[in-house]
């Protein structure tokens, strides 16, 4: 058994762990391993939304095979997946989530491609644009694997793990996070939204938290495939409706739940959560004590135990706490309800 904090970012702990001495989780799961070289990572989420009950507009296809070209540039992502939903507001919303291990190529790469993205050439009203970024310090995220298929940031790992301790327990998140070992992680003053109607950018906010949450039954068939699809579905699309429509309440800035698409545009069997928390106390307390989360953990947990590696079923995450520097967010032509913009005060009708 390994510890999940890579030994070269061990330090002694002056935080409290939840793990219990001895402890020896029911089920296997792995972390991404990345050379010490690799500092810093980057994880971009270009978004385009328009109204859902057209086809997309011109400029939505124009750009986004613009920014599939760019992204197979020298200095393009290491990385990148695209997924869609369709929002709260009724805007088919298509999600390119880009990585990369080297800061210095994304930053050779992005003035173009954000130039690209978010210039004036696409504040014409036909669809909206965003931009959210977190530069993260190897310190400050982790990730965890219910198998050895990587996704999203894992793809830029030098290996995944063996079998880590640090799981299968409320708090494991908190303590696979490397800076949790030394830093409460408690959330700065509230991010700030700044710029006209059109073009607004959002001021970070010290220690906030992002989480992309996905699952992958793509090998799933017969009861295992119809148990996922029929009884942990409907309740993971429940807790995610609330994040979306009340999460404000508790500390989540914004949710999205997207299906994956492969380069055909067809939705693929995997999807995932993302969402920005205020901090992680936040999300763990979602994670240990809203209804849904608690049944489909409860559920995971049995299923997981029982079924070993063998389980079909595959699911990940990767969790940041990213300092309000390592955070950029822009938003033009968007609606008011897009991403991070949701820290505004609701418009109040009438
Ligand atoms: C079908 C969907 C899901 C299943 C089956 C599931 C199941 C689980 C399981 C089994 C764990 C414990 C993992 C371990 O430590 O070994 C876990 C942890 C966690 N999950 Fe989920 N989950 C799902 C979706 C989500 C989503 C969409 C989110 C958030 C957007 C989320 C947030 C979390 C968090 C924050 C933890 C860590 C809790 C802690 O460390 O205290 N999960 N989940």
Redesign the pocket.
Same mark, same amino acid.
């Given at each position: 058994m390994e510890s999940a904090i890579p030994q070269h970012l061990a330090a002694s702990r002056t935080q409290p762990t939840?793990m219990k001495p001895g402890w020896q989780?029911p089920?296997p799961?792995f972390v991404a391993r990345f050379a010490p070289s690799v500092a810093r990572v980057v994880m971009a989420y270009f978004g385009v939304q328009y109204r859902s009950d057209g086809e997309p507009p011109a400029i939505v296809r124009t750009a986004l095979a613009d920014l599939a070209a760019a992204c197979s540039n020298a200095d393009g992502p290491g990385q990148a997946d695209r997924a869609t939903y369709v929002d709260e507001a009724g805007y088919r919303t298509i999600v390119t989530v880009a990585y990369w291990d080297d800061v210095a190529r994304h930053e050779r790469w992005s003035a173009a491609a954000g130039a690209m993205w978010l210039g004036d050439q696409h504040a014409s009203g036909e669809a909206g644009f965003f931009l959210e970024v977190v530069r993260p310090s190897v310190a400050r995220f982790e990730t965890?694997f219910?198998n050895d298929r990587r996704e999203g940031i894992a793809h830029l790992a030098d290996a995944l793990s063996g079998e880590v301790a640090?799981? $299968?327990? %409320?708090?494991? $998140?908190?303590?696979?996070v490397p800076l949790g070992q030394t830093d409460p992680l408690a959330p700065g003053e509230p991010p700030v939204v700044t710029g006209d109607g059109v073009r607004q950018v959002v001021r970070g906010q010290h220690n906030l938290c992002l989480?992309?949450?996905?699952?992958d039954w793509t090998g799933t068939e017969g009861d295992e495939r119809r148990m996922?699809l029929d009884e942990?579905?409907p309740?993971?699309g429940a807790?995610?409706d609330f994040?979306r429509d009340e999460g404000r309440t508790i500390g989540c800035h914004a949710?999205r739940?997207m299906r994956l698409i492969d380069e055909n545009g067809d939705l693929m069997d995997k999807s995932?959560?993302?969402?920005w928390w205020r901090s992680l106390a936040d999300?763990?307390r %979602? $994670?240990?004590d809203h209804a849904t989360?608690k049944a489909?953990?409860g559920? $995971?947990?049995k299923?997981?135990s029982t079924m070993g590696p063998a389980a079909r079923?595959r699911?990940y995450?990767e969790?940041t706490v990213a300092d309000a520097e390592e955070q950029y967010f822009e938003y033009l032509g968007c609606h008011p309800s897009t991403g991070m913009l949701r820290v505004l005060p609701a418009e109040v009708a009438g």
């Open positions: 939840r989780p089920y799961s965890l219910s640090e799981h $299968a327990y %409320w708090g494991g $998140a908190r303590d696979r989480i992309r949450s996905g699952q996922y942990v579905e309740v993971l807790g995610m994040l949710n739940y995932f959560g993302m969402s999300l763990d %979602w $994670a240990q989360h489909i953990f559920q $995971a947990m299923y997981l079923l699911l995450h969790v």
